[in-house]
């Protein structure tokens, strides 16, 4: 196996002495900071099998390690890539990288400096199943002994998040089985409207229009999608060298036809499935977002937008926030779990999406959330109306 190793000075030589004399291994070269032409240098100059990376390698030029592991995730997808993360002295900070490293396909995490642990994993790739069973067996050890003590100080520090939604939490006793239900009501066979709106600019109302498409077309349904923000659409066919005047009629993307939002009514009826791309919050959706069969609401964990969260949630009827599913993009799981369990004292059903650089290949646990969404209309039926043939993206 051919390897390059992504480490300080200090690591190099007691890696390359380890590896020497191993007949599997192959050190092709060494880098010792990431800088702007480490990546090109790793994945054209050295075209390595695997890619050992040391936790607090020197970053330089603006380039983490984050963008690194990004950028060859996408372009070198069969590279293996192993973490040595380490002697592990913050839960916390090692889940949160954990969670970073797994939303780009890493499950070779070392949590240890031994290099002949380090070795071991690069002969032995750890699974996905192994990953899980450490995690599992180090926060069972992190758990202390009376649990009972845990579960009465746990809300204590989530209330420390101050996250209060006195609109809805003055209700009846919370069922999440009941508030389930109650979101995914619905008629089964007949076609249906997803509604896909964001609390802030930029947070992946289109991307995640499009992964949801995505999957539906795979089980064979028809599906638009139309997208409230014109200049997305315009920027898209832009892209694509499309005359605006041909996308305002519509366009096929991979099988998914996608139409401005004015279009929406000329459509109704002719498809499965129509996925509105509400995008940012604006005042006038409230009420058409608020009439789909299943709405989407994604929001952001950082502490900054969390007010704007709590405001909407707090803004309509009780029937309309218990309605919708919250969904949070770019939040760990720990943070997530925080502002989660204030969400089902309100009776609101929330999600974690996870990071998809391709939305035609959704993370696993997107695909698992996207099934729970639509899980009551598990009867779509195929619209036999003859649909106009559209410009068609290749």
């Known amino acids: 196996m051919n390897i390059v190793l992504l480490a300080d000075k200090k690591h ?20 010792m900071l990431i ?39 996408m372009k070198k997808p069969s590279m293996r890539m192993i973490y040595v993360y380490g002697e592990i002295a913050d839960n ?20 240890d400096t031994a290099l002949d642990s380090i070795v071991q994993h690069i002969e032995q790739p750890m699974t996905e199943d192994d990953l899980q069973q450490f995690l599992d067996d180090l926060l069972h050890e992190d758990e202390p002994e009376e649990t009972e003590e845990v579960q009465e100080e746990q809300p204590q520090h989530f209330d420390e998040l101050r996250l209060d939604f006195p609109s809805v939490t003055a209700t009846q ?83 998914i036809d996608v139409y401005p939002y004015d279009k929406l009514n000329e459509i109704s009826g002719q498809y499965s499935v129509t996925v509105i791309d509400f995008g940012y919050f604006r005042e006038e959706y409230t009420k058409p977002f608020g009439e789909c069969d299943v709405r989407i609401m994604l929001c952001s964990g950082a502490e900054w937008d969390v007010p704007l969260m709590m405001n909407y949630v707090n803004y309509p009827t009780v029937d309309y926030s218990h309605r919708i599913f919250y969904c949070f993009t770019r939040t760990t799981a720990k943070k997530f779990q925080a502002y989660n369990r204030q969400l089902m004292k309100a009776g609101c059903v929330a999600f974690r999406l996870h ?36 410009f068609r993206v290749k």
């Open 12 to 31: 190099r030589k007691g890696f390359e002495t380890a590896v020497r004399d191993n007949p599997n291994i192959t050190l092709l070269g060494v880098e």
């Open 35 to 73: 800088r702007g032409n480490t990546m090109s240098r790793i994945a054209d100059h050295h075209n390595p099998h695997a890619l050992v990376i040391w936790r607090g390698v020197p970053e330089k030029d603006g380039v983490t390690v984050s963008d690194l592991i990004s950028f060859l995730h």
């Open 92 to 111: 916390t900070e090692f889940l949160n990288t954990v969670d970073m490293l797994r939303e780009n396909g890493i499950t070779d995490i070392v949590a």
């Open 173 to 255: 006793e919370f069922d999440i089985d009941k508030i389930v239900t109650y979101t995914q009501t619905g008629e089964q066979d007949k076609p249906i409207t997803v509604g896909i709106m964001a609390l802030q600019h930029h947070n992946g109302c289109t991307h995640t229009s499009f992964e949801i498409a995505g999957q539906l077309i795979k089980k064979k349904y028809s599906v638009a999608i139309c997208m409230a923000d014109r200049s997305t659409l315009d920027a898209y066919a832009g892209f694509h060298q499309i005359a605006t005047g041909t996308a305002s009629a519509g366009l096929n993307v991979q099988g």
């Open 355 to 390: 990071n998809s650089p391709d939305w035609t290949t959704p993370h696993k646990e997107n695909i698992e959330v996207y099934r729970k969404m639509l899980g009551a209309y598990k009867s779509i039926p195929e619209t036999g109306k003859e649909k106009r043939k559209l």
